[in-house]
C-alpha cells in the first residue's frame, strides 16, 4: 500500500464516520504519532510504502469495527475490499520498478 491510498483509505472512513480525523485514524488504526499521515506525505511522498505491519493493524481495526458498528457492516467490507486493492496495485507497480 502506498501512502497516497492510506490517505485515502483514512479520507472514506471519515466520511462513514468510522473515525473523526486523520489524527485519531493514526492513533487508532495505524498504532502511530497523531501527525503520522502528514509526516508521510510531507517527507515521504504519496510513493512511501506502507509496513505491512500497519497495514495489518488497520485490517484488525476495521474488523473490531464491523463488529461493533454491524450498522456500517457494507462499508467495512467496501472498506477492506479498498484495502485488497491498493495491495494489489502497490505490489504490481513494485514488481515493476523492480525490473
Known amino acids: 500500500m502506498f501512502g497516497h491510498q492510506l490517505v485515502s483509505l483514512c ?3 471519515i466520511e462513514v464516520g468510522l473515525v473523526d480525523s486523520r489524527e485519531a485514524f493514526a492513533i487508532r488504526y495505524c498504532n502511530k504519532a497523531r501527525g503520522y499521515l502528514g509526516d508521510l506525505t510531507r517527507r515521504e511522498g504519496p510513493a512511501a510504502r506502507i509496513p505491512p505491519r500497519t497495514v495489518g493493524r488497520i485490517r484488525h481495526r476495521l ?19 479498498f484495502i485488497d ?15
Open 11 to 13: 479520507d472514506r472512513m
Open 63 to 81: 474488523a473490531e469495527a464491523a463488529v461493533a458498528r454491524p450498522d456500517l457492516a457494507v462499508e467495512t467490507r467496501a472498506l477492506d475490499a
Open 85 to 99: 486493492q491498493s495491495l494489489y496495485v502497490a505490489n504490481l507497480l513494485g514488481r515493476r520498478g523492480a525490473r
